[in-house]
């Protein structure tokens, strides 16, 4: 999708607003050219505040990008373009992000067994009004455009024994990962079927990166 202009984009300066090596991983792969910054946005937001688990990940993912906007532009050469992203797994409008200890994993995916379940994330990309590359959708600031968009997948994961679940959250896979388990690797022998961007489901909708960026860019 962006081979076209990718010697282009990778001329600029653009940041991955993320500390995900999931996500590292999949802009790698299509040989875009970045750096890394990690948010640093406490992420305790009320989920009770919001209407849907949508509108929750919409806030999360700006709020971790805007905090490293704050950083990167503020001082030294801005980014031609800042990419920020949040992934949550929710089941109904119950929503799960990153355990936090093992028994909260095993309650995670106890949850999920026997179900299907949707993994939800917000991408975030900021540039600057002044770039020659960009158009975003949306003013920020006097200085900033933003352009945000959603993807949805589901999916399904059988009934799972006891003893699978505790067995998989012991390998330490489960505790970086929204949900508690990770598709790329182990958990994915937890996942009998897909519908949608499998790469969502990592934590990266790459696809539809790739046509949002094609969209705003100017190249």
Known sequence: ????????????KIILASSSPRRK???GNINLK????????????DKGSFSSPLEYVRETAKQKTLEVVERLFSCGPSPDLLIG?????????NIFEKPSSKDHAIEMITSLSGNSHKVLTSVVLVTPKSSDVFRGRVSLDDRLDITQFEEVSEVIMPDLPENV?????ETGEAMDKAGGYG?????????SGIHGDYFNVMGFPLHRFCVELRNICKL
Do not use: C, R, W
Not at 34 to 45: G, H, V
Not at 85 to 93: E, R, S, Y
């Open 85 to 93: 992203a949040d992934t949550i797994v929710t089941n109904g409008n």
């Open 25 to 27: 991983q999949i802009l």
């Open 1 to 12: 999708m962006l081979q076209p202009i990718l010697h282009q984009l990778n001329s600029k």
């Open 183 to 191: 598709i790329q690797a182990i958990g994915g022998s937890l996942i």
């Open 34 to 45: 970045f750096d890394t910054a990690k948010s640093n946005f406490e992420e305790n937001l």
């Open 165 to 169: 679940i505790k067995s998989y959250v």
